[in-house]
């Protein structure tokens, strides 16, 4: 079965630093990956995805990931924080073969201090 | 294009009652998923329903049933609910049946005392 670990629940950078929240995943089969977000009170918005094209993808708001499949690893950066990125982040692999669910990390909570 | 609407956002409701929550996907989407989301537990899968048929459950009891209408929107149902039960519920569309990118609702706020 698939799983997601995000390391650190908690991550705080200062405005204009640098964003690095870690996804590793664990799959059988080559996975799609997804990244969301979710502000308070809210749904989750989709920021990027892999779907086995190119490894480095490009989402909105500036954010980008790079699948890296000798690491599992599926980590999601920004140059530059903003205090509009204040939110949890969800990291979540889906797999091909009859249950294409989304299975989810915990989420990791950024807090952009000014 | 519109996305995907929850209704009612909130709701609180008391031990042993039951609740219908539901669901209308994005235009032209025909997969409809369900999602619990807890402090404790996180995200975890319900259901998915396509073509009014489910295709896959998760690991919940009995208690927690859903079914898809015509126009592919979803109704999702707990019975007899516990305290537990007290969580956001997100819907979740896709286009297809198999992999695909789904796309989330504001979710209902679920509260029982």
């Known amino acids: 079965a698939q799983s997601v670990t995000q390391l650190g629940s908690h991550v705080s950078v200062s405005e204009g630093a640098l964003v690095l929240l870690r996804c590793n995943y664990s799959?059988?089969?080559?996975?799609?990956l997804f990244w969301y977000v979710q502000y308070p009170n809210q749904g989750l918005q989709l920021l990027l995805k892999y779907t086995s094209a190119a490894t480095l993808v490009k989402g909105i708001n500036g954010f980008e990931a790079e699948f890296k499949k000798s690491e599992t690893s599926f980590h999601l950066t920004k140059p530059s924080a903003h205090m509009s990125d204040a939110a949890e982040y969800f990291c979540?692999?889906?797999?091909?073969?009859?249950?294409?669910?989304?299975?989810f990390g915990k989420g990791t909570k950024l807090t952009v201090n000014p | 294009k519109a996305g995907v609407t929850q209704t009612p956002r909130y709701l609180i409701k008391t031990r042993g009652q039951q609740v219908t929550l539901s669901c209308s996907p994005i235009?032209?989407?025909?997969?409809v998923s369900w999602y619990q989301q807890t402090p404790g537990q996180g995200l975890q899968f319900l259901f998915e329903y396509f073509s009014e048929t489910q295709r896959n459950k998760g690991n919940f009891p009995g208690r927690f049933s859903g079914r898809q209408f015509s126009n592919s929107r979803s109704e999702m149902n707990v019975s007899t609910l516990e305290l537990g039960d007290s969580a956001l519920y997100l819907c979740?569309?896709?286009?297809?049946?198999?992999?695909?990118?789904?796309?989330f609702g504001p979710g209902t706020r679920l509260t029982v005392l």
């Open positions: 235009s032209g989407h025909r997969s």
């Open positions: 979740a569309s896709k286009r297809l049946a198999g992999l695909d990118t789904q796309y």
């Open positions: 979540a692999v889906s797999i091909q073969g009859g249950s294409e669910k989304l299975v």
């Open positions: 799959s059988s089969v080559p996975p799609y």
